[in-house]
């Protein structure tokens, strides 16, 4: 699963992804915006984010997003996704489909007996894949990891 396109950039299978992850501490106290708090007194557990993130280790990969076509999905240039190869792609899913030897993050949906990757910004069309043979859904995006 070495394919690289020019609109995603795949990065790892989870299972490659070292297991000598010690973790991060998880405060359980909210985080206020006004006065500071002292936190050591909340300091729950160390905190790993592959723990959270990857629910299926053998089905997972990662991608880094380029363009602007998920915007309104939360999903910016430069973004990782999580993406979980044994979730179903089903209506409202944000997928990420071989289209023609390209990789693509959208969202499926159903629409009048039409399948159809959609976009989340309103300056990309739409694509029909309904009668397309070479579609190929490789997963569910299940998470999005982004710079403020």
């Known amino acids: 699963m ?10 790892a299978p989870a299972a490659v ?3 000598h992850r010690t973790g991060l501490p998880l405060y359980l106290a909210p985080v206020e915006a006004g006065f500071p708090s002292p936190a050591e007194d909340y300091l729950d557990c160390k905190l790993d984010l592959h723990r959270h993130m990857v629910r299926n280790e053998a089905a997972t990969f990662f991608l880094r997003a380029h363009g602007e076509s998920m915007l309104g999905a ?10 979980d190869r044994s979730v179903e792609a089903g209506h409202r899913k944000v997928v990420i489909a071989a289209l023609e030897g390209e990789l693509t993050v959208k969202r499926l949906l159903r629409r009048d007996g039409r399948v159809v990757l959609a976009p989340e910004n309103p300056r990309f069309d739409p694509i029909d894949i309904t009668e397309s043979e070479f579609v190929h859904i490789w997963g569910v995006v299940t998470y999005v990891v982004h710079k403020l």
């Open 17 to 19: 992804i070292s297991d």
């Open 74 to 83: 939360g999903i910016h240039d430069g973004d990782l996704l999580v993406v």
């Open 2 to 11: 070495a394919f690289i396109s020019s609109s995603l950039e795949l990065l």
